[in-house]
Structure formats: structure tokens, C-alpha cells
């Protein structure tokens, strides 16, 4: 069964920081294209960083650029988001995504095949 689960939501203060966790199958984690999104009440859904399966490359949404780093750890199928210099802006249900998307690029995460339940930032 495919499953993306995530964890280390929570609630800080401005300019704290939080490490989202995502595990996943091994089938999910060979997917092309893995990041994070995001979705805040009565707010759009939000592509916030994606991971390239290839060489790893990376890419982020201009609003987290510099405060937000996406990792994986192939070997645990363990995909991560340090989010550091938090800001209430940030307060919002994060989603692990993965998929074939192509480019895999921050906008195209927020319509991939599989994501997690989510878990919740708060900034205050």
C-alpha cells in the first residue's frame, strides 16, 4: 500500500524552527519527484520545496528560499524539511507529496499522485 507519513509538525515561536519528517515505501520513495506543500485556512494549496530523485537537485518557493532545506535518506525512504526562521506566515498543514511530475518543480507538487495526511505548523 502506498503511504506517505509525516511528522514533526507543531507549535513554535517566531523565529524557531521545525523538522518535518516524511516516510514512505520504498515504491514512493523511487518516484521522480518528491517535496512538501502546504495550505493554510481559505488559502491556496502552496508548492513549498521539491527533492529531484535523479541527482538530487533541489527547488523552493521564493517565500521559504534561504529558511527552508529539503533532504532524503534513500536508505530509511525518509524524506525531511528543516524549516528555520519561522515566521506566522508559515503557519499552515503541511503535506508530504510524491509523484512523476515533470518538471519536478515547486508548482507541480501540489498535484502529485501520492501524499501523506499532513501535519500541522503553527507560528505564532
Known amino acids: 500500500q502506498v503511504q506517505l507519513v509525516e511528522s514533526g509538525g507543531g507549535s513554535v515561536q517566531a523565529g524557531g524552527s521545525l523538522r518535518l519528517s516524511c516516510v514512505g515505501s520504498?515504491?514512493?520513495?523511487?518516484?521522480?519527484?518528491l517535496g512538501w506543500f502546504r495550505q493554510a485556512p481559505e488559502k491556496e494549496r502552496e508548492g513549498v520545496a521539491v527533492?529531484?530523485?535523479?541527482?538530487?537537485?533541489?527547488y523552493y518557493a521564493d517565500s521559504v528560499k534561504g529558511r527552508f532545506t529539503i533532504s532524503r535518506d534513500s536508505a530509511t525512504n525518509t524524506a525531511y524539511l528543516q524549516m528555520n526562521n519561522l515566521s506566522p506566515e508559515d503557519t499552515a498543514m503541511y503535506y508530504c507529496?510524491?509523484?512523476?511530475?515533470?518538471?519536478?518543480?515547486?508548482?507541480?507538487?501540489?498535484?502529485?499522485?501520492?501524499r501523506g495526511q499532513g501535519t500541522q505548523v503553527t507560528v505564532s
Open positions: 520504498e515504491y514512493t520513495f523511487s518516484s521522480y519527484c
Open positions: 507529496a510524491a509523484g512523476s511530475m515533470y518538471p519536478c518543480v515547486v508548482i507541480n507538487i501540489i498535484s502529485a499522485t501520492y
Open positions: 527533492i529531484f530523485s535523479g541527482d538530487h537537485s533541489t
